[in-house]
């Protein structure tokens, strides 16, 4: 059995446009970067907060795609560190999944996934840009958008109830928040949030309405 894991932070907040965020080396934080993602055995990936799920290494990495940070590249510096590039992606402009660029494949779709995206001959990248119409495109040359790649998964790609199958591994339900109560203003008992909007104190008839 497979016993290393990706350690992801399931609250809502950590992703990262479709992508799930994975404990970082060293405590370094959480990454979308598989590259940069801690390993963990069966064990250590168990022995986190509940907030926290494991996932089998090789189910993820059979599932990965591959994504561009937007925060790390620019135009500018593309064309003046590959001039001579003979092989081009477009990019979709003001369109990001994430911090992800948003890339034109062959059949005329976008994908977040740059393993998908068309790889276009210099000669003919006007005649693609054109196929978009006014929504117009950025190019960028092929070898410095590899150069910035990086492995990732979405949530749409993985299972985590297929990913675990056959693991033993039983992830912890999610605990019920504590009701919030309060002391009644007039005798001092506990009454419950939502009962001190339904009615007033059952035993002294003190109204404790905010």
């Not at 992508?19 to 598989?34: C, H, K, P």
């Not at 089998?56 to 590039?85: F, H, I, N």
């Not at 999610?174 to 001190?196: A, H, L, T, W, Y």
Request: charged share 25%; net charge neutral; glycine share 8%.
């Amino acid at each position: 059995m497979d016993d290393q894991f990706y350690l992801q932070d399931s609250r809502s907040h950590a992703n990262v446009g479709d992508g799930l965020s994975f404990w970082g080396f060293g405590g370094s934080g959480y990454v979308t970067d598989l590259a940069k993602a801690q390993v963990f055995t069966r064990d250590g990936a168990c022995d986190h907060r509940d907030t926290d799920i494991p996932w089998p290494k090789a189910y993820v990495d059979a599932r990965a795609r591959v994504g561009v940070d937007c925060q790390y590249v620019t135009p500018s510096e593309a064309l003046d560190q590959y001039p001579d590039a003979t092989e081009f992606y477009i990019q979709k402009p003001q369109c990001w999944n994430g911090n992800n660029l948003i890339w034109l494949c062959a059949d005329g779709v976008f994908t977040s996934d740059l393993s998908k995206a068309v790889a276009v001959p210099r000669a003919h990248t006007i005649t693609w840009i054109g196929k978009l119409g006014s929504a117009g495109a950025v190019v960028w040359p092929k070898p410095y958008i590899d150069k910035h790649a990086r492995r990732l998964v979405e949530r749409d790609d993985v299972n985590i109830k297929e990913a675990l199958r056959g693991t033993g591994i039983k992830l912890a339900k999610p605990r019920k928040p504590r009701e919030m109560v309060f002391n009644c203003q007039g005798c001092g008992r506990f009454i419950s949030d939502e009962r001190r909007y339904q009615e007033d104190c059952r035993n002294c008839g003190t109204s404790n309405t905010p």
